[in-house]
């Protein structure tokens, strides 16, 4: 199969199919941190959906389409952590609403959008599935919807139990994210927590190809 992996910079899914035998190529506007250039297209994604593929896998920036910060859509000061804001905000979610249906409009025959909980559910329209990586071998309990097309939803294929951390402040967190916070700087932090467990990657390659 031909696969298109759009917004996957990492590349964990992009080579769980090639060990497959699939013709997969990622698609980022950053370069590939996954080791293989010879697989992916750096560039913008809009344009590759106009041309043959037999399944697309999208990971589309969520940063302005989740739940967790619809405060910051109200009118008030700005931020001095540069955040955006307000009118700002809202423009910058309605671009995020625009890009993710561009997905979900593809004429590509299989298509799988995958995103955390959000705005979509109500904007469009509820996720065909709700996945976390402990169904998947992984300890890290993150919620992640996936909106499908002519795909099977995924079966889990080893449940464990989720991995929480206590911070010095007394509050509780999922592991993975406690440790993503700690890194410097707020792209390292998006990447850690946007990267797809490979458990995850190798049950859609597995379940989907």
């Not at 000061?77 to 890009?99: H, M, N």
């Not at 890290?140 to 919807?145: G, Q």
Request: proline share 6%.
């Amino acid at each position: 199969m031909k696969i298109l992996l759009a917004c996957e910079e990492s590349q964990t899914v992009t080579i769980a199919m090639r060990k497959l035998g699939h013709e997969a190529y990622s698609c980022d506007v950053q370069e590939c941190s996954g080791g293989h250039p010879e697989w992916h297209i750096r560039g913008d994604v809009v344009p590759l959906l106009e041309e043959q593929w037999d399944m697309l896998i999208a990971f589309p920036t969520c940063t302005y389409l989740t739940m967790t910060a619809n405060k910051w859509l109200k009118d008030q000061p700005p931020r001095k952590s540069g955040a955006l804001v307000g009118a700002e905000r809202r423009a910058a979610r309605q671009d995020g609403i625009d890009f993710f249906m561009l997905f979900a409009s593809t004429k590509i025959p299989r298509v799988a959008i995958e995103n955390p909980v959000g705005c979509m559910s109500s904007v469009w329209r509820k996720p065909d599935q709700i996945i976390c990586p402990t169904m998947f071998g992984h300890n890290e309990p993150k919620r992640t919807c996936l909106w499908l097309k002519n795909l099977p939803q995924l079966i889990p294929t080893e449940i464990v139990e989720p991995e929480y951390t206590t911070t010095k402040s007394g509050k509780r967190m999922a592991t993975w994210y406690y440790y993503a916070r700690k890194n410097l700087g707020q792209a390292n932090r998006a990447k850690i927590r946007s990267k797809t467990f490979s458990g995850v990657a190798r049950a859609m390659a597995e379940q989907w190809c």
